[in-house]
């Protein structure tokens, strides 16, 4: 008596071969500070001011402020900020104080971005806490649209 065994070849098809996953790259705090003044230029966000943290802190790289005519403005602003931020490849980005929209935070990691109603801003002067000049005050005019 002879025994026959079967033997099976199992070959993967392109189609189904496991794939690899795409890594989004997560730009470095140049580009990615070169991305968000883009952004607040094309929201004509009001006297954006970039402050380099190097040797202050160690929470982030950069701080950018910047002023919005109204709350609507400024929350329109955080909303773009935020998605094109996901869009870079940034999944982690948060924000604080979209309910009021007087001062809104956002949270990219390695830059802050802080965007204020012109009144507020005026008032918490965050800029002088890091030895940065708060910028003069645009049009009037436009400021209160």
Not at 16 to 24: D, E, G, I, R, Y
Not at 57 to 83: C, P, Q, W
Not at 114 to 120: A, I, Q, S, Y
């Given at each position: 008596m002879q025994e026959v065994r079967a033997i099976t070849t199992h070959t993967e098809t392109a189609a189904?071969?496991?794939?690899?996953?795409?890594?989004?790259q997560i730009p470095e705090p140049q580009a990615l500070k070169a991305l968000i003044e883009h952004t607040l230029d094309e929201d004509?966000?009001?006297?954006?001011?970039?402050?380099?943290?190097?040797?202050?802190?160690?929470?982030?790289?950069?701080?950018?402020?910047?002023?919005?005519?109204?709350?609507?403005?400024?929350?329109?602003?955080?909303?773009?900020?935020?998605?094109?931020?996901?869009?870079?490849?940034?999944?982690?980005?948060?924000t604080e104080g979209m309910e009021q929209c007087d001062w809104v935070l956002v949270d990219a990691g390695d830059i802050i971005i802080?965007?204020?109603?012109?009144?507020?801003r005026t008032f918490y002067n965050i800029e002088k806490m890091w030895g940065a000049e708060m910028p003069a005050p645009s049009d009037p005019a436009r400021l209160s649209a």
């Open positions: 189904s071969a496991p794939q690899p996953t795409a890594v989004l004509q966000a009001d006297g954006v001011t970039v402050i380099d943290l190097a040797g202050k802190a160690t929470f982030a790289d950069y701080m950018i402020v910047a002023s919005g005519r109204n709350t609507r403005h400024v929350g329109a602003m955080a909303v773009k900020l935020t998605e094109k931020l996901k869009q870079a490849g940034f999944r982690r980005v948060e802080h965007l204020f109603k012109p009144e507020v």
